[in-house]
């Protein structure tokens, strides 16, 4: 077996950029590294609390899942990556269920690649945050 990067580096710049002109919304990098320890239903849930209350951190959130997923379905781990609504409990269940039935080495290898996603994103928000900006 051979290392592959999966452009782990990469798509974390383009998510920061897309995102950086939001106020405040780039700092949520720091806030999505902690939460990996929490685990991926955690991780991905989060975008629903935000998307009601702040919806542009949401989507920040929701766009970072998103390309997580892709990049862990080339690597032959296939996770959720709809858009669900935070009125639909079913579907909020179902894929809290298909997270936690992961079998248990699919869950830390996608921790591992999380984590480094995540330590990405942090790397890219603090060479791209504004200065002077509202970045939590």
């Known amino acids: 077996m051979s ?3 999966y452009g782990l580096d990469q798509e974390a710049q383009r998510l920061v950029l897309k995102h950086r002109d939001q106020k405040g919304v780039i ?15 955690r991780f991905w849930g989060e ?16 766009d970072t899942w998103k390309s997580f997923a892709a990049i862990m379905l080339r690597g032959g781990i296939k996770l959720p990556q709809e ?8 579907k ?3 894929v809290a269920t298909q997270l936690w039935e992961l079998p248990i080495e699919d869950q830390r290898i996608c921790l591992a ?16 945050k504004k200065l002077g900006g509202d970045d939590d």
């Open 113 to 128: 690649v999380l984590t480094q996603f995540c330590d990405s994103l942090v790397w890219w928000t603090q060479r791209y």
């Open 47 to 62: 975008q629903l609390r935000l998307l009601d209350k702040e919806p542009p951190k949401g989507r920040y959130w929701r």
């Open 27 to 41: 700092g949520q990098s720091h806030k999505m590294r902690t939460t990996v320890a929490f685990g991926l239903e």
């Open 83 to 90: 858009d669900v609504s935070t009125g639909n409990t079913g």
């Open 92 to 94: 909020i269940e179902e």
């Open 3 to 5: 290392w592959k990067s």
